[in-house]
């Protein structure tokens, strides 16, 4: 039973693969992908672009942010532990890592970016940067 379970996984892991590859928007006019989850919103609440992203059962400390001009990478894993004496009589969720980027309409002030995790939803906010914000011309 162990071999056909290992097999499954090796085909269900090549599954999710063709379904990423075929759902990254790779030439599309959407943001770049590095993956497709964790799922996110973007929406600009005032100065600030928001950032939200599904990572139920991720430990905060493994979660990774990087931020540079106006890509948002977010990457880490999440891990399932049983009792080392565990009897395991099924497995739905399971370990895996992640990495996905997606890109922004500006570039943000890197000094006032904000992140928060509750309840396994990640927050990320990002006030766009002075220099993208439009300037008011005063006419002579």
Do not use: C, W
């Amino acid at each position: 039973m162990l071999g056909f379970a290992n097999a499954l996984d090796t085909m269900l892991a090549l599954q999710r693969a063709f379904d990423d590859a075929k759902n990254n928007d790779y030439f599309g006019l959407g943001t770049p992908n590095r993956g497709t989850y964790p799922h996110v919103n973007i929406f600009k609440d005032g100065d600030n672009s928001v950032l939200t992203a599904e990572l139920t059962g991720v430990e905060k400390e493994d979660i990774k942010i990087e931020v540079k001009g106006n890509l948002v990478r977010l990457y880490g894993e999440r891990k399932i532990q049983f009792p080392k004496d565990a009897s395991i009589h099924r497995v739905e969720r399971r370990n895996f890592k992640f990495d996905r980027t997606v890109k922004l309409g500006h570039r943000v002030d890197m000094d006032k970016i904000q992140a928060d995790y509750k309840n396994g939803v990640l927050k990320i906010v990002m006030p766009i940067a002075e220099s993208e914000k439009p300037k008011e011309i005063t006419i002579s």
